[in-house]
T-cell receptor, first 117, second 118 residues
Framework: DTEVTQTPKHLVMGMTNKKSLKCEQHMGHRAMYWYKQKAKKPPELMFVYSYEKLSINESVPSRFSPECPNSSLLNLHLHALQPEDSALYLC????????????????FGNGTRLTVT | AQKITQTQPGMFVQEKEAVTLDCTYDTSDPSYGLFWYKQPSSGEMIFLIYQGSYDQQNATEGRYSLNFQKARKSANLVISASQLGDSAMYFCAMRGGGLTGGGNKLTFGTGTQLKVEL
């Protein structure tokens, strides 16, 4: 069983809907991530939260809005998405490292498969 | 900027044989970490093995070993005694530090689809 839990597993939404993806971890990790993955492509980083503060935003469109309510939870709020936003959305967490060999792996959840109709 | 290159889109291996998945990288960071992940068709990203840029010895984890050649900037994954359950997509990834503040950014290569055959 993965230690990072994502809900829901599958989500179908229309372009005018508002929905949220949720991610939870209880490993005491203070870095949390959202990645987007299209079929047969590598994951692409969207956002990084460090100590509950947004530290990296990879120029993601504003229709994606991340939120980190506490050190265990990470949300991704979705609004007015486009069909091309359909993808697997992966949440991950890791220990914080700001230097050195950066050996802490990212622990990923099972992802949410999002379909925008 | 960091770049990870995986030149093998797909690989086949016979069950119980060993297989090497290639990965080369490019970075200007003096300190970095290299990772391999496995992604079955179910979608979960499974961490396999880690190699630090200052590590003197190649990393090993069970049937997985990492052939790290720093001068050539390569970090190939070797899977010994392949099993049917090893069929999956394999990603090489890197985290860099340095002064850019990108220490928490994990960059992935394009992946290699491995199929283990009877």
């Amino acid at each position: 069983d993965t230690e990072v839990t994502q809900t829901p597993k599958h989500l179908v939404m229309g372009m005018t809907n508002k929905k949220s993806l949720k991610c939870e971890q209880h490993m005491g990790h203070r870095a949390m991530y959202w990645y987007k993955q299209k079929a047969k492509k590598p994951p692409e980083l969207m956002f990084v939260y460090s100590y509950e503060k947004l530290s990296i935003n990879e120029s993601v469109p504003s229709r994606f809005s991340p939120e980190c309510p506490n050190s265990s939870l990470l949300n991704l709020h979705l609004h007015a998405l486009q069909p091309e936003d359909s993808a697997l959305y992966l949440c991950a967490s890791s220990r914080m490292e700001t230097g050195g060999p950066l050996g802490s792996p990212l622990h990923f959840g099972n992802g949410t498969r999002l379909t925008v109709t | 900027a960091q770049k990870i290159t995986q030149t093998q889109p797909g690989m086949f291996v016979q069950e119980k044989e060993a297989v090497t998945l290639d990965c080369t990288y490019d970075t200007s960071d003096p300190s970095y970490g290299l990772f391999w992940y496995k992604q079955p068709s179910s979608g979960e990203m499974i961490f396999l093995i880690y190699q630090g840029s200052y590590d003197q010895q190649n990393a090993t984890e069970g049937r997985y070993s990492l052939n790290f050649q720093k001068a050539r900037k390569s970090a190939n994954l070797v899977i010994s005694a392949s099993q049917l359950g090893d069929s999956a997509m394999y990603f090489c990834a890197m985290r860099g530090g340095g002064l850019t503040g990108g220490g928490n950014k994990l960059t992935f290569g394009t992946g290699t689809q491995l199929k283990v055959e009877l």
